[in-house]
């Protein structure tokens, strides 16, 4: 097969297609969206008919990818970190019902927190449900282990987690293909997984923990003898455990400074604890080398004691943000070579609103509205909107986690504060502010709603959202709000005295009013602009 050269996201979906998926579920979300946006421009799964559109939110996400596995498919499901606790319900409980088909949850994190609100790491969640995790240390462990989850899966009838990280999801590297497996088809009805795994009521609940349960000296010894896991040998009194893309930083100190120490390459969880073993009885001390929370490193404290352990918890390595080269050296006590200064032209720039972008003139009539009362603070949710937050615009105060922009204002507003205003796009309205919009019809709060609706989810790359296509009218009435009270604006500078006047009416309205503030998204109107 021909070589590729491919994002790390790429070879994952590469992966997928060629381990003979039906559908890939998804939700867009920084660094995870190039999996799902590779499908989809695929000709080989345009061609085999794999279902590769956007789903409302990461459980829906989910819940789709588990309804194909029962169906006897092979399917992939993607996610961004956080995405995982929104899907985190239907995650944990289909470690107990198991799955027909293979069914592989790829995750993608973001240490250093490049475009999220946290660093959270998902090899906790893959512990929590008790099942296998995979974190490949490149482009090609990417793609082989992609069709190896698959198998997995389907051996052990349990969901596997691929773990990926920003810099590997988005670095390129040559990747050589195999040969693809064909579709799984439809098996026949009485082959279908039973009721007494997928009903989990607490009689069959109990027996299906049991059974995860009874599986785990099964998934451990898989990961003993993992071709992801290896050992590198060396002669030095330190050694080190490395976990996905820190083993290649950790080589690289390893050359670059001509050492013997040990390695311990680990891509497959369950620690493979046999292999940890032998690198502690040769070492007088071992470096934890992890991307993200000191997950492993914390295991071994318990095994091995303190003494012996150095990582994040000890200081050795810092606490929070992304590992690299230079920060592996200095942890085994070596001093890399000076860095070339910055390039000016890559020197870190603040993030602001595109030139043009109709959320500048949303803002703009906004905070004019709210100079004039006490309480002038504003309720904001996740996006590029959120860049209101930074000057010259000031006018967000909060962006806690998708949807709580509307929920948070019910609560403000059942506090005493008013106004009490959200703002939120119309991607993340649909994801997780409908069900606290309802919450607002049924308590007849007082909240003014505005979505910044662009028709399109601007902060991944223009991916279509559930509300594409001027669908948030009937949404919003039918969730029951007055119809008095759905007004639409457009935020361009000539409207602005008449916005104005609109949000100033609706935040004096003492119950629950939804401004749109509708206006295409400036990329998306000069993309499809040059594809006319």
Not at 113 to 125: G, I, T, W
Not at 309 to 328: F, M, P, Q, S, Y
Not at 379 to 406: E, K
Not at 438 to 446: F, G, I, K, P, Q
Request: proline share 6%; hydrophobic share 40%.
């Amino acid at each position: 097969m021909e070589r590729q050269l491919l994002l790390g996201a790429e070879a994952a979906a590469l992966g997928a297609i060629d381990a003979g998926i039906s559908g890939v579920y998804a939700y867009p979300g920084t660094p995870s969206t190039e999996i799902t946006e590779f499908i989809q421009h695929s000709p080989a799964a345009r061609n085999r008919g794999v279902r590769a559109a956007w789903s409302t939110n990461e459980k829906t996400a989910y819940e789709e990818a588990l309804g194909m596995s029962y169906a006897g498919k092979r399917v992939l499901v993607c996610m961004k970190h956080v995405g995982l606790n929104v899907a985190a319900d239907a995650f944990i409980n289909s470690a107990l019902t198991g799955v027909g088909g293979g069914l592989v949850l790829a995750v993608a994190d973001d240490p250093s927190m490049h475009s999220s609100q946290n660093e959270q790491d998902s090899r906790v969640y893959g512990k929590f449900a008790m099942i296998p995790v995979i974190e490949p240390s490149n482009q090609q462990e990417l793609y082989d282990g992609v069709r190896h989850a698959f198998q997995l899966s389907e051996s052990l009838s349990l969901p596997v987690m691929v773990r990926l990280t920003t810099r590997l999801a988005h670095s390129r590297a040559g990747v050589v293909p195999k040969e693809p497996e064909p579709e799984r088809t439809l098996p026949a009805a009485d082959a279908l997984p039973s009721a007494e795994r997928f009903v989990l009521m607490p009689v069959n609940a109990r027996r299906q923990y049991a059974r995860l349960i009874g599986l785990q000296r099964d998934i451990e010894q898989l990961a003993e003898c993992s071709w992801l896991n290896r050992m590198v040998e060396g002669t030095a009194s330190t050694g080190v455990l490395a976990f996905g893309i820190a083993y290649n930083y950790v080589m690289e100190v390893r050359e670059a400074f001509d050492m013997d120490f040990p390695v311990l390459k680990t891509g497959q969880y369950p620690l493979p604890l046999g292999a940890a073993q032998q690198l502690f009885n040769q070492c007088d001390s071992v470096l934890v080398a992890e991307e993200g929370y000191p997950v492993i490193e914390e295991l071994l404290r318990g095994f091995f004691g303190n003494g012996q352990v150095l990582g994040r918890l000890d200081g050795t390595l810092a606490r929070t943000g992304e590992l690299n080269t230079d920060i592996i050296a200095r942890a085994l006590g070596l001093e890399p070579a000076p860095a070339a200064p910055v390039p000016e032209i890559v020197v870190p720039r603040p993030p602001e609103l595109c030139r043009g972008c109709g959320h500048r003139d949303l803002y703009l009539a906004l905070n004019t509205v709210m100079a004039g009362h006490p309480h002038d603070h504003v309720f904001s949710d996740i996006g590029c909107y959120t860049l209101g937050a930074l000057a010259p615009f000031s006018a967000i105060h909060t962006c806690v986690d998708m949807g709580a922009s509307v929920t948070m204002a019910i609560g403000a507003a059942e506090a005493g504060l008013r106004p009490a205003v959200a703002v939120i796009g119309d991607s993340t309205f649909t994801h997780s502010g409908m069900t606290g919009l309802l919450d607002a019809v049924n308590r007849r709060s007082s909240v003014t709603i505005i979505i910044t609706d662009n028709d399109t989810t601007a902060m991944t790359g223009g991916q279509n959202s559930a509300a594409t296509g001027s669908r948030l009218e009937a949404i919003c009435l039918g969730l029951g709000v007055d119809p008095l009270h759905l007004r639409t604006i457009v935020p361009l500078k000539p409207r602005l005295q008449e916005n104005i006047a609109v949000i100033s009416e609706e935040i004096a309205y003492e119950g629950v009013s939804v401004i749109l503030a509708r206006r295409e998204c400036v990329e998306r109107a000069a993309k499809r602009n040059r594809n006319t």
